[in-house]
Structure formats: C-alpha cells, structure tokens
Antibody, heavy 120, light 103 residues
Framework: EVELVESGGGLVQPGGSLRLSCVAS????????MSWVRQAPGKGLEWLAH????????NYVDSVKGRFTISRDNAKNSLFLQMNSLRAEDTAVYYC?????????????WGQGTLVTVSS | DIQVAQSPSTLSASIGDRVTITCRAS??????VAWYQQKPGKAPRLLIY???ILLSGVPTRFSGSASGTEFILTITSLQPDDFATYYC?????FGQGTKVEIK
C-alpha cells in the first residue's frame, strides 16, 4: 500500500521559516507529480503547490507564491515544502499527496498530515 | 481562476437515504472534477475523479455525474460509514465542503 509520511511541523513565530518533508514508499515516486495541501483548523482544504515528477516544473496558489517553495529529491523518495515569512493564517495541517494524473490535481494518496502553528 | 461552489454546506440524512451533493464550476472544466470524503482527524480520501471515475475500492453506492459545469456526487443508500464531510475539487480549487450528518 502506498505510504506518505510528513514531518517537520511545529510551532514557529510569525515571520519565521519551516521546512516540511514527505517521505514516500511503496510506489515509484519519481513517476508521479506531487502536491501539498493544507487545512486550517475547522476549515476546508486549500491546495498549495505541485511539482512535476522530474522536478522540472512547479506551480503555486497565489496566497503562498513567493513565500513557499516546493522541491523533491527522487533519489530519496522525498518531497519538501520550504515555508518562509510565515503568518498566523498559515496555521494548518499540511498534507502531501500524490496526483492520479500528472499535472492534474486529483489526489489519490495522502499522508497523515503535519501541524504547523504560527504564533508568538 | 476557476471558482467552485458546493452545496449544501450541511445535509441531514438517515441510513438508507439517497443523498446528492452539487458542485458548480465558474467555467468549463472538461469534467476535471474530483470528489473526496474526509472524516474528523483524518486525511481526505479520493472517491471519484474525472467527474465519474470511481477509484478502485470505493463502494459502488458512490457515483459522480456531470452536466455542463454542474457536477453531482450521489450516494445511494447511505451507510453509517458515510457520515463525513465531502469536498469537490476542480483545477486545484476545492469546494467549501458538505457535512453529511445523521438525521
């Protein structure tokens, strides 16, 4: 069974940075586009970014463009989200997810999520 | 950007009921609509993509349909395990969610 495990969440002050990781197993990670999605407490889902299977292209939602960077290391079956200039409104559970069809945000496997809290 | 309007926000239903949830896209999306189920404290689960393709392992009481820019998730004969929040999604935009509650 496909597995995605996120880590790196925690408490960070406004303006700070955090790097999330997602380790994939039991599928050919290098063949799949991957996404990050977040969910603020008690709120709905917000897609953030995705990256091409070979890492050569990415795309972001406007609310994080210029602050967040998605990347991957296919040799280590790992996906990352570098988050800078964090704001209180970035507080959420962050999920990594696999795209069913590359480039289309239809997400068939999700990690368990990692909580990011931005607060002083 | 594509906007997605999902309704209703809450739905009360009984075991065995037929339930429908609607999602309207602000423009043509070529049936690129997915439906997810989420239970409290859990990650979302993909049920349907490309408007009507059921993911392997998803019970056949779930189905998706499309008519232009209107998309419908139907659950025939609601089961106890189906009480959850459902989200539609198109072109990276998620709907607001529909919480299916026990009547």
């Amino acid at each position: 069974e496909v597995e995605l495990v996120e880590s790196g969440g925690g408490l960070v002050q406004p303006g700070g940075s955090l790097r999330l990781s997602c380790v994939a197993s039991r599928f050919s990670f290098s063949n799949y586009w991957m996404s990050w999605v977040r969910q603020a407490p008690g709120k709905g889902l917000e897609w953030l970014a995705h990256i091409r299977d070979d890492g050569s292209a990415d795309n972001y939602v406007d609310s994080v463009k210029g602050r967040f960077t998605i990347s991957r290391d296919n040799a280590k079956n790992s996906l990352f989200l570098q988050m800078n200039s964090l704001r209180a409104e970035d507080t959420a559970v962050y999920y990594c997810a696999r795209e069913v069809i590359g480039g289309v945000v239809d997400l068939d496997y999700w990690g368990q999520g990692t909580l990011v809290t931005v607060s002083s | 950007d594509i906007q997605v309007a999902q309704s209703p926000s809450t739905l009360s239903a009984s075991i065995g009921d037929r339930v429908t949830i609607t999602c309207r896209a602000s423009q043509t999306v070529n049936n690129w609509v997915a439906w997810y189920q989420q239970k409290p404290g859990k990650a979302p689960r993909l049920l349907i993509y490309k408007a009507s393709i059921l993911l392997s392992g998803v019970p056949t009481r779930f189905s998706g349909s499309a008519s232009g820019t209107e998309f419908i998730l139907t659950i025939t004969s609601l089961q106890p395990d189906d009480f959850a929040t459902y989200y539609c999604q198109s072109s990276s935009t998620f709907g607001q969610g529909t919480k299916v509650e026990i009547k």
